[in-house]
């Protein structure tokens, strides 16, 4: 079974770049995605494609590929980007999660 | 505004039945697939189901034979059948759009337990 595999925590200052990194096989072949969770509320798309960015989501959210690895960053970090971050992608017709991480920014 | 509103979670006992509901709205629903993504708090989520749009179903190995997913496409609504019910299914369940899982309800709580 495919695995993605994420830091647990990141933390930054506000105005500081952040970076997540994601890694599994299944990347060398298939697209990433990204996604924001906030406590109660619904998770969001950040990140498509490895690298494309859904209309309404903010210029300082970015996504970049390597390999094995994706990376999502944030240019800027402030302190309302505080949140749980998942990477996910789909080998086949399931699709397979991170086990997130949770920026801190403070 | 695309929206999915999940309901029908609640507390059951091991081996009982749950039925989620998923009402969609904002899109043309009968053009997704559908998707069913659960979460234990604290941890990443995992992939549960999927309906196509001709109604064909797959299921990850964790459920099948247990849950049975469906849509009523004049409803604009999926449906998850939960029988045989486990502690280890005990999660928030979300509803998630097709196209990349692009877009998540607020999901419903399911507890099993005794």
């Known amino acids: 079974s495919y695995e993605l595999t994420q830091p647990s925590s990141v933390s930054v200052s506000p105005g500081q770049t952040a970076k997540i990194t994601c890694s599994g096989d299944v990347l060398a072949k298939k697209y990433a995605r990204w996604f924001q969770q906030k406590p109660g509320q619904a998770p969001v798309l950040l990140i498509y494609?490895?690298?494309e960015r859904p209309s309404g989501i903010p210029e300082r959210f970015s996504g970049s590929s390597s390999g094995t690895t994706v990376t999502l960053t944030i240019s800027g970090a402030q302190v309302e980007d505080e949140a749980d971050y998942y990477c996910?992608?789909?080998?086949?017709?399931?699709?397979?999660f991170g086990g997130g991480t949770k920026l801190t920014v403070l | 505004e695309v929206q999915l509103v999940e309901s029908g979670g609640g507390l059951v006992h091991p081996g009982g039945s749950l039925r989620l509901s998923c009402a969609a709205s904002g899109f043309t629903f009968s053009s997704h697939d559908m998707h069913w993504v659960r979460q234990v708090t604290g941890k990443g989520p995992e992939w549960v189901s999927v309906?196509?749009?001709?109604?064909?179903?797959y299921y990850a190995d964790s459920v099948k034979g247990r849950f049975t997913l469906s849509r009523e496409n004049a409803k604009n609504s999926v449906y998850l059948q939960m029988n045989s019910l486990r502690a280890g299914d005990t999660a928030v369940y979300y509803c998630?759009?097709?196209?990349?899982?692009?877009?998540w309800g607020q999901g419903t709580t399911v507890i099993v337990s005794s």
């Open positions: 309906i196509g749009t001709a109604g064909d179903t």
């Open positions: 494609k490895d690298t």
């Open positions: 996910y992608s789909a080998p086949d017709i399931q699709w397979v």
């Open positions: 998630v759009r097709g196209n990349g899982l692009d877009v």
